[in-house]
């Protein structure tokens, strides 16, 4: 039987369940090797090589490379090891969560001091594909 | 003998620690979120305990993809603080307490929850930022912590019943320890929030407050709530919530003593995504 995955049908959102998590896995382990300030300096001096280093698929490499942080969370990323990207670009994270929303920074943290994204609208996907 | 004397309740940002560890407090919008824990640094000082079993999530710090603990207790001496990328918040290390932490490890295994018993562990954000924003920068922690680590990063998190009973039997737990400790458990995390995708950015103002409305009143009934509400109501990671229900389940109400006095209730947005919750509950004497 498949694994059951009721939030599916959330908008604009991904859970990252096993199966995300399977195919991130070698995305994920490059983001948890920044943690360290060595590996954060070889990775600044040559971003593509130090990814070169690590078993991911040449999209992955493309998306962490642009910077993509949907298109990397569409290949199995998750936030909290994506995050580890956005520090070692001085980014915070509320940068890193607006870059994702197609919004401007300003526009984004406007949204936030203003109560944040209301949920009215937000709940399901067929909400969103009526727009 | 040991016993819980109160549980605590709070978000736990890393932009808050950033504004506490780079000086910022005194901007008007971290006045905001700061002015709801003046209370509870008060609170802090008057009802000091021994030991804090702090309950909390990592956020791929101490644990990758390597290995994926649904619940870990820190039996370790002491832990030190995570770097997370920004290099480690400048605040002390942690002091554990091996022996009550031992004791929880061995009671609650043996009422069949299966921990995971870590001694090394650096602990993240998650639980260095509420430790800031109830104690405030001292050169010490004021009292031992015993870290809880929650997966609630990698589907299947636990489920908010699991974690109420959970609660329940680190409650039993500490109570039959011989040494007379002060003990509180706090719940971190929380509460709405979405950091990934299109739909980030989402708070849910009115579901928060019921949330801690029904936190204080109805803990049993709110841990029927099943992860699905959580996230397509509270956000992607709100479901970070489901870790309050452990401190919940620790207090004596649950085991049919009288309800808990809410000492201080506190609910803003935003500090960066997130909407910043804030509780404490005393248990009756």
Known sequence: MALDKPYRDIPGTTIFDADESRKGYWLNQFCMSLMKAGNRARFKAGERAYLDEWPITEAQKQAVLARDLNRCIALGGNIYFLAKIGATDGRSFQQMAGSMTGMTEDEYRKMMVGGGRPIEGNRYRHEWEKK | ?285
């Open chain 2, 1 to 285: 003998m040991a016993r819980v004397t109160a549980s605590a309740y709070t978000s736990h940002v890393p932009a808050i620690g950033a504004a506490l560890d780079h000086g910022r407090t005194h901007e008007p919008y971290w006045q905001k979120v700061f002015g709801g824990y003046e209370f509870s640094k008060d609170w802090l000082q008057a009802n000091r305990p021994d030991v804090v079993f702090l309950v909390y999530n990592d956020h791929a710090n101490a644990f990758s993809l390597e290995i994926i603990p649904t619940f870990a207790i820190g039996t370790a001496a002491e832990f030190a603080i995570a770097d997370e990328g920004w290099g480690p918040r400048p605040v002390p290390k942690v002091i554990g307490h091996p022996e009550l932490a031992a004791h929880i490890a061995q009671s609650v295994i043996q009422e069949d929850f299966d921990l995971t018993i870590v001694n090394r562990m650096d602990v993240d954000h998650g639980l260095t930022v509420p430790l800031s924003l109830l104690c405030g920068q001292p050169q010490a922690w004021p009292f031992r912590v015993i870290p809880f680590a929650v997966n609630v990063v990698q589907y299947p998190v636990p489920s908010g019943r699991r974690c109420f009973q959970l609660g329940q039997a680190i409650r039993r737990a500490v109570e039959s320890y011989d040494e007379p400790l002060r003990v509180q458990v706090w719940g971190t995390g929380g509460m709405s929030h979405q950091l990934q995708g299109p739909r980030a950015g989402l708070i849910n103002r009115e579901w928060d407050n019921r949330f801690l409305d029904r936190l204080i009143a109805d803990p049993a009934g709110l841990a029927q709530l099943p992860h699905i509400e959580y996230v397509r109501e509270a956000g992607s990671e709100g479901i970070e919530l489901v870790m309050w229900l452990i401190a919940r389940g620790a207090m004596g109400d649950v085991a049919g003593g009288p309800a808990p006095r809410v000492a201080h209730r506190f609910y803003h947005v935003p500090a960066s995504n997130t909407a910043v919750g804030h509780l404490i509950l005393e248990n009756a004497n």
